[in-house]
C-alpha cells in the first residue's frame, strides 16, 4: 500500500526560483492538507482541501499556492521561494477524522 | 482559538519502565484527538484516535485517554523498550473548526537499554 506519497524527498532552491512540492495519496480520501514542521514551532497547517476544487488557507498560507484538480493529488507550489521557507513539508491525507502522512520532503533556500 | 500543549518536552527511562505523557488543549469543543509518533528524518505515524465521545482507546502496549471537561490526554506505554524512543505529538480536531487540525509541540522520548 503507498497510502501518503511526496515527492521530491529533498530540494535545494535559490532565493526567488519556483518548484512544486507533490503529493499524491491512493486511499480516496477527500481531506488533505500541507503542513511545515520547523524546530521549536512545531507542525503548522499551510492550506487543505476538502475535496477536489475545493481549497482553503490554514495557519502559515503566505507564499504558497494549492490546486486539486483531482481527488489523488495535491500540489503544493512556491512561486518565489525565500529563505524562510525552508523547511520541512509534510502532506497529510483524512477520512472519518483521521490523519495519514507521507514521509516529508526536506526544503533549503538559499 | 485552540492551542495545545505537551508536558514534558523531553523524557528519558530505562527499558521496561510504563510511562505516560500528556496532552492538553484550552478548547473542550474537540471532535477527537489522535496520537501519532515521529521517528527522526520520518513522517508521522498514527498511534491512536479518540473520538470526543471515547474515554480511551488501546493498542497492544498502548493507552491512550481523553478528559475533555479538564482539556488533556494521557499516552500511556507499557513495558516501554528502546524501539519506543521517538517523538509522540498529540493533534486535536476542533468541533467548529473541524478542517483545521492543531498539534502539541511533541514529547521526545528515550527508552535506555
Known amino acids: 500500500n503507498a497510502g501518503v506519497t511526496q515527492t521530491p524527498k529533498f530540494q535545494v532552491l535559490k532565493t526567488g526560483q519556483s518548484m512544486t512540492l507533490q503529493c499524491a495519496q491512493d486511499?480516496?480520501?477527500?481531506?488533505m492538507s500541507w503542513y511545515r514542521q520547523d524546530p521549536g514551532m512545531g507542525l503548522r497547517l499551510i492550506h487543505y482541501?476538502?475535496?477536489?476544487?475545493?481549497?482553503d488557507q490554514g495557519e502559515v498560507p503566505n507564499g504558497y499556492n494549492v490546486s486539486r484538480s483531482t481527488t489523488e493529488d495535491f500540489p503544493l507550489r512556491l512561486l518565489s521561494a525565500a529563505p524562510s521557507q525552508t523547511s520541512v513539508y509534510f502532506c497529510a491525507s483524512g477520512q472519518s477524522g483521521e490523519l495519514f502522512f507521507g514521509e516529508g520532503s526536506r526544503l533549503t533556500v538559499l | 482559538k485552540q492551542e495545545v500543549t505537551q508536558i514534558p518536552a523531553a523524557l528519558s527511562v530505562p527499558e521496561g519502565e510504563n510511562l505516560v505523557l500528556n496532552c492538553s488543549f484550552t478548547?473542550?469543543?474537540?471532535?477527537?484527538l489522535q496520537w501519532f509518533r515521529q521517528d527522526p528524518g520520518k513522517g508521522l505515524t498514527s498511534l491512536l484516535l479518540?473520538?470526543?465521545?471515547?474515554r480511551e482507546q488501546t493498542s497492544g502496549r498502548l493507552n491512550a485517554s481523553l478528559d475533555k471537561s479538564s482539556g488533556r490526554s494521557t499516552l500511556y506505554i507499557a513495558a516501554s523498550q528502546p524501539g519506543d524512543s521517538a517523538t509522540y505529538l498529540c493533534?486535536?480536531?476542533?468541533?467548529?473548526?473541524?478542517?483545521?487540525?492543531?498539534f502539541g509541540p511533541g514529547t521526545s522520548l528515550s527508552v535506555i537499554p
Open positions: 478548547d473542550s469543543a474537540i471532535y477527537n
Open positions: 486511499m480516496n480520501h477527500e481531506y
Open positions: 482541501s476538502v475535496g477536489a476544487g475545493i481549497t
Open positions: 479518540i473520538q470526543s465521545s471515547q
Open positions: 493533534a486535536v480536531r476542533r468541533k467548529t473548526s473541524y478542517d483545521k487540525v492543531i
